[in-house]
């Protein structure tokens, strides 16, 4: 972290401010920059909050050199990681995989469902257990029972499953049921307390970016995670919020290129809550497969007028099946011999 | 709720949507409007999805008619609802009430600044025991042992004390200490879990906009902890998030007078979270006095630099007492009589 | 239009607005919905203010029916229109072209470039010769010698030339060269003197969307261009401005299926003002041409490193030469036949 | 400007980077930071691209030190600027005005309206003869004609006029016209050409926010009039886009004390924009006077339901005696003697 000083800072004032950084355990390196004194701080920067420091009368601007995420930083683990969620199925390093399913476990209809998408060439089968509802009046899924599907339906296909969790009181069950991949949802972004509760598995988890997060918090969450000791995190872009109405969400797909460069984590897109209709998601499913996103996940239903929850944006078996023979082409239009 | 449909809309496509509204157990009224067919659904019509059904083919546009919250609703409750947040400290409906103490609490200073709080005119204190921070490495309070400090502040000086809460597994201790106001954060505005856990109680809540969070879904959260059995729901504008970097978030003191007219639950404004910075809080606590605010939460602090968090957008003692003067004669202006 | 008014609205507060209605011109069709009034409105409802109607005492809310754009509109021109820029090259309808070149017109090297993309596979030279900057102080541009350096380049290379105009003094000029493509930059999207010169000549206009614009003011200020009488409009989405600083702006390719779903017009998409910088621009090209754009726009520099404006998002033209190979490869993963 | 070096930063790229800033024409001044090397650039660095900068190989984060807005900038004139808007009406640095008069002109209400809000007490008089609409078939303005009739109204009741221009070639007009105020709307904030032109002028301007817009972005307008020749600016912040739909745009109101912090002209607000609905300019015309705006600009009409434009955010003549009576008292609360 490096602090610039404002012209004709006072002296006094100035080795004040280094002794407080000092108290804080860090070294404070004065350094003459151009017209202006620099201060450097080496140390546990953590322990110095940036706008505290930028709000000194004698501070310019505080500039941060090193990012705040560690674990979760390329520049530290300049691999790849590849996620193993079970069955086989990796994340990853150049491992593309489709996760599919209904929004909501619904009843018998998920395995219907989860066959066709295997069919199609899914890896991975999503189901809403636990719904995140905006209204307390809305459907909000069938719990346990809905798990106890989930199960059945993998145990029959051989296929891991992706359910979100939502209360840190509800871990030890996913564990029980030996979820496969544990999904944090957009509006639990920040709750660091379920955070940490996931953390102390070893259980993938499927990190979804908050609705006004920005980068570099997705990352600070995956940075909870890892920081008790999870590295088995995949991120997931599935849209932020902006002025724009037209769509349910704004799919911000730079993030996959910009999350690749900053991180060495698996990137996941969600084009279903990033567009919100049934009609934009197979384009945007293209786009982010052509971003370089290492899988996608896809909501699918076999009846998307009587779906549960979320149908406006479901696609038909009969689409899915379009949209992966697509990909395919896409895919191979981003290998390293595509460009040569 | 009303469905427009398309101009030209088949015949017995129309008669199949009207079988799929009775289906849901509601009435579908069609009537013809200019030169299209609507349709009024009468009945629950949380069960009906609105972008599902704008997503049909023959569907147009849909239109809410009725607002999806209902006990945090004005029009089914016109009067001001009034908190009793303990000792005799009421907010809402006229009354006006200034929550102020260190962003977080940090020892025997707590005290101290209490005192001139309380000196100053401040009826309520504040002080967080459980920080949600961005970073697993910053800060995260002192937990139980700072709400013990926040009790003994209380006991000496008899004012009801606000913290913030953050995982349902924390509530049997906020009960156990007899916590006057639960807060609930930003980042936790749409922590459904938690919104549910606090419902179940009767202790008023101090319910945070999140960062990205529309005055619907603020207005929703409220009714999550209503819809459980908690009617003593105080809401609290503290800034949004949006492109301006110069401040920390951007302060819709807009929200003030919406929520006021959307809504009976007193309003209290944040002016220290919503911009981020000292010389920065007192024009906004002022500004959010004038826009009508039922309250404002202030951090104060005796000694910003040290402060453990946010002693960027602390108020010094004397700060606060200069802002509690011009309060009370910004209060005198909005009185009805002022306008005569 | 739909007015839905209030439960209880009195009945002669409604025959008032129903007159007030008609005095406008339009027709006020009264219907019974379900337990409240509905008001259709018939006519040129470009005559009523839609926030208007919304204050008035006895509505409770207004729908649009019919959206304020028409000749844009998709409804009323079902096929896609091709605008044909010049020298045989056709953008929309099936017609895919990228335009290429350096942000501004630097001097010779303007020729050089042209050369390299031209032979890469572009079919369109872009280069600036009036730069809007957002200091006073930056470079603003060669002006009147700059588009003769862009008509000597396409005198030679036998290609259309795009170039931005910012001031309705300047048409005559940009008719007098015979500047192929005039294009309007973001920050003149609701520029409507500016749109209404343009729009009264015939040269294709490749307009940008503005950056905090909606898709629908997107599609107004083509209605302005339209309404003159030009009806050659290629809209162009090249990034929002939301909350996220990782990148220059937000890329919302989600408005690419929007806008072909709502209106003929060609679409296309700039990756370099999206991205901002060089390493994310291969990525969003590919992923806008998977988004189903008619076209690209991208900034191609010999020397990034000395380019006199936006240096930092550009591509080298070996850098483009790798794009162009593998965008061949994304157009066949969306032809009609790739999903069969 | 300082670019902090990436570690291990080769020694030869660090030398050619000197060199190529040394060819910019500025001074590079290396300094050995904490673990990382540090560049100071001295002289006109607003030839960099900081982006550009940024984008190079060794180079990690690049810090602005210095504002690129230098006229506007409070670092180098302290003092408040004052503007004289003629018939003795001065604007900032203690001197507090009310804007009043209709969103258009539109006939002769317009001196009923005026007359009306200056026995009020509002010192200048507003009111739209060029407006810029969304819809090219909204209504567009009286034009000439409208500027006319404000013209009159001066004459008579002996107060300055603000009224919109849109287009470089209407200067003319304006100046012939004698008009006191010229405004720049929110949608050509970033119209350089206009901004240049108004420039060139004495006329005082009235300077809108963008609806994107950021602080520095209107500093960076108020620079490129300044940097014309024409110092008589007025700040004016309308509120910005966001996510929120229940008001027609998001006040930031930090902005007024954020603008008296960085610069030293005039700061108005406008409540009427900024909410968009009648019932919510009060309260936040107060909060903007509290808030320590120098002025307000506000939108009155004597028949609301009949405006030509805007007529859902209009006061009443008698709505604007009240708000009028309280700003006396919110004047007062924010004076230096009131705190003590």
């Known amino acids: 972290m490096i ?3 404002k012209k004709n800072a006072d002296e006094s004032a100035v ?16 350094s003459q920059g151009t017209d202006e004194l620099i201060i450097g701080l080496v140390g546990d920067t953590t322990k110095i909050d940036p706008f505290l420091l930028e709000s000194m009368d004698i501070v310019e601007r505080v500039q941060r050199v090193s990012e705040p995420f560690k674990k979760a930083n390329r520049k530290f683990h300049p ?13 990853g390093g150049g491992n593309f995989q489709v996760i599919a399913g209904p929004c909501s ?28 509802r905006t209204s307390p009046y809305a459907y909000q899924g069938m719990g346990v029972e809905g798990l106890d599907l989930l199960c059945e339906a ?10 979100e969790i939502m209360d840190p009181r ?13 999904q944090i949802g957009a509006r639990n972004a920040q709750n660091f307390p379920l955070l940490k509760e996931v953390g102390k598995t070893q259980t993938p988890i499927l990190l979804k970016r908050g609705m006004s997060g920005t980068i570099d918090e997705l990352l600070m969450a995956a940075e909870y995670i890892m920081s008790e000791g999870n590295d088995n995190v995949i991120l997931c872009e599935r849209g932020i919020r902006t002025f724009e109405t037209r769509t349910r969400n704004t799919f911000d797909l730079n993030a996959v290129p910009v999350l ?19 009609r934009y998601v197979e384009p945007m499913a293209l786009a982010a497969t052509a971003a370089g996103a ?20 479901a696609l038909t078996p009969d689409m899915f099946d379009d949209v992966m023979r697509r990909i395919q082409i896409i895919r191979e239009a981003i290998t390293p011999e595509a460009g040569a």
Request: glycine share 10%.
């Open 105 to 132: 476990v619904e009843g018998e209809n998920l395995i219907r469902i989860a066959r066709r998408v295997k069919a199609a060439g899914a890896t991975m089968l999503r189901g809403g257990a636990y719904k995140p």
């Open 79 to 91: 691999t790849d990681t590849v996620v193993d969620c079970g069955f086989g199925v990796k994340i």
């Open 294 to 313: 290492d899988g996608l996940e896809i909501e699918v239903h076999d009846d998307p007028s009587h779906a549960w929850s979320d149908g406006a944006q």
């Open 3 to 5: 602090a610039i000083l």
């Open 15 to 30: 080795s004040h401010l280094v002794s407080w950084i000092e108290k804080k355990g860090l070294e404070a390196h004065v």
């Open 154 to 163: 993998r145990a029959e296909l051989g296929m891991p499953i992706v359910t």
């Open 260 to 278: 690749h460069y900053l991180s060495h984590l698996p990137v996941v897109a969600d084009p279903s809550h990033a567009t919100g209709y049934t």
């Open 170 to 182: 509800d871990v030890q069950i996913f564990l029980d049921k030996k979820i496969d991949v544990m």
